[in-house]
C-alpha cells in the first residue's frame, strides 16, 4: 500500500460526521434504517375503561327526570330527608368504602331496608296506650244484637259482599278499638316459615318430590331435611371395605365392614361407618350414615383451609397444610377424596406413624373442623375482624 494511499484514508475516515459512522453488521438480513411503525394503532387505557373515574364522576347529583321518577314512589318529606343524608356523606368516602365486596366473607344478600325481618330487626310494637284492662270478648246476645241490627238494615237488593264487609268490620271485644285491631304484645314475633322447595319434604312416608323412594332414604330425608334431589347431587365415596370376624359361642360370624365419605363439593363433609353380614347393607349403611352426618368445614377462598392444623386418632397423626392457587392437592388417596368431596383444590398432606386406613380418615376429619377461622382469632385477640383480616391475612379474607 502506497503513502498517499494511507493518508487519504485517514483524512476520510476524520472528515466523517460521528453519527454517520456505520455499525458492523452481523445479520444475514437487509438493514432497516426507516424506523419501524406497529400495524396497529394504540389503544388508550382510557378507551378501554381501565382507568378508574374520580368520585365525583361516579356519584353525580340527581338530574330532573331522575328526581321525577323518585317522587312517584316517595313523599316529599321523604325525598328531602334523601338528599339530606346524600349530602352528609362524603363521595370520596362512598368511592372508598361503599362498594359491594366481593370477597369470601361478604354478605350473601343485598339489603333495601324496605322489609322487616321478624329475626334480625327490631319488633315495632304498638304503643302502651293501645292496652285495655277491662278489654272482654262479646257475650252471645251481644252477638245475636249486632247480626239482628244489620239485617233490619240491610236492603233488599244486596250482595253477598255486604255479608263480607259485616264480617269483617264487626268487633268481638268490648272496650278499647285499638286494644283489639293492634293490640299491645311483649311476645317476639314468629319465624317466617320456609317458603323454598328445596328445604322443605313431604310428610308421607316413601314419597318426596312426588316420587317413590326406598324406606331408608325416606328416613334420611325426614332426618336430614334434604330432598331426593340434593341427596342424588352429594358425592358419597366408599373409602374402606374389609371383612371382619366377630367371635361368638355359635362360632365366628363374617361381617363385612364399609366406611364411606360424603360431601356437596360446597363445604360440607360427613363420614359414616356400616357393617352388616351383606356387603350392599353395609355399603347401603354406610353412605346414608355420612350423608346424614353432614357438617360445615370451613374453607378460605373456597379453596383451601386457614392455615395448617393438625390431626391425631390412635396412633396416626398428621398435618394439613394450606397452599396457594394452582397448588393441586398432594397428598394420599384417602386424604385425596375427602379433599374432593368437601370441595378442596390446594392442599398438602403429611402422614406421620401409623397408617392405619380408618384412623387416617377420622384424623382428617378432625383436622378440618379444628381449623381457628378469623373470627375466632379477633374474638380471642379481643380485635376487630378487620384488623385480623389486615395483619395476619393481607385483608383479603
Not at 304498638?126 to 277491662?134: C, G, K, R, V
Not at 244489620?150 to 272496650?175: C, H, I, Q, Y
Not at 317466617?192 to 318426596?208: H, L, M, N, V, Y
Not at 373456597?302 to 393441586?328: C, N, S
Amino acid at each position: 500500500m502506497s503513502l498517499s494511499h494511507s493518508l487519504r484514508c485517514v483524512f476520510a475516515e476524520a472528515s466523517r460526521p460521528r453519527g454517520s459512522r456505520p455499525n458492523r453488521h452481523f445479520h444475514s438480513s437487509l438493514r432497516h434504517h426507516a424506523k419501524h411503525t406497529p400495524k396497529h394503532p394504540s389503544v388508550k387505557a382510557s378507551d378501554l375503561g381501565v382507568i378508574q373515574k374520580s368520585p365525583a364522576e361516579l356519584y353525580k347529583p340527581y338530574t330532573a327526570s331522575e328526581k321525577a321518577a323518585l317522587a312517584k314512589r316517595y313523599t316529599p318529606a321523604q325525598l328531602a330527608a334523601i338528599e339530606a343524608g346524600e349530602a352528609a356523606i362524603d363521595v370520596n368516602d362512598l368511592a372508598s368504602q361503599g362498594a359491594l365486596r366481593t370477597d369470601p366473607m361478604a354478605l350473601k344478600y343485598v339489603d333495601d331496608f324496605a322489609t322487616i325481618r321478624p329475626v334480625i330487626d327490631k319488633p315495632i310494637r304498638a304503643p302502651e296506650s293501645n292496652y285495655d284492662p277491662n278489654l272482654r270478648y262479646k257475650e252471645e246476645d251481644e252477638i245475636v244484637k249486632d247480626l239482628s241490627q244489620w239485617v233490619e238494615n240491610l236492603d233488599d237488593d244486596a250482595s253477598p259482599v255486604e255479608w263480607m264487609k259485616f264480617v269483617d268490620n264487626t268487633r268481638l271485644t268490648v272496650g278499647k278499638e285499638e286494644a283489639e285491631l293492634n293490640p299491645r304484645s311483649y311476645l317476639a314475633p314468629e319465624i317466617p316459615k320456609i317458603i323454598d322447595p328445596d328445604t322443605r319434604f313431604e310428610a308421607e312416608d316413601g314419597i318426596s318430590d312426588g316420587k317413590a323412594v326406598d324406606k331408608y332414604v325416606a328416613r334420611l330425608i325426614k332426618q336430614s331435611g334434604f330432598t331426593t334431589q340434593q341427596i342424588s347431587k352429594f358425592r358419597v365415596k366408599c373409602l374402606i371395605s374389609h371383612r371382619v370376624v366377630n367371635q361368638t359361642r355359635m362360632g365366628k360370624i363374617q361381617s363385612e365392614y364399609n366406611l364411606a365419605v360424603a360431601g356437596n363439593g360446597k363445604g360440607l363433609l360427613g363420614i359414616g361407618e356400616g357393617k352388616s353380614t351383606e356387603p350392599e347393607d353395609a355399603r347401603r349403611q354406610a353412605s346414608l350414615a355420612a350423608i346424614k352426618n353432614l357438617q360445615p368445614i370451613p374453607m378460605y377462598e373456597r379453596r383451601t383451609i386457614y392455615g395448617d392444623v393438625k390431626g391425631k386418632v390412635g396412633a396416626t397423626e398428621l398435618e394439613l397444610m394450606t397452599r396457594p392457587p394452582g397448588f393441586g392437592i398432594r397428598c394420599q388417596s384417602l386424604i385425596y377424596e375427602i379433599c374432593k368431596c368437601v370441595g378442596i383444590s390446594d392442599l398438602a398432606a403429611r402422614v406421620t406413624r401409623a397408617r392405619n386406613p380408618m384412623n387416617t380418615v377420622k384424623a382428617t376429619l378432625q383436622a378440618l373442623l379444628s381449623q381457628r377461622i378469623p373470627d375466632e382469632v379477633a374474638r380471642a385477640r379481643g380485635k376487630k375482624l378487620i384488623d385480623v383480616r389486615k395483619v395476619y391475612y393481607g385483608g383479603q379474607v
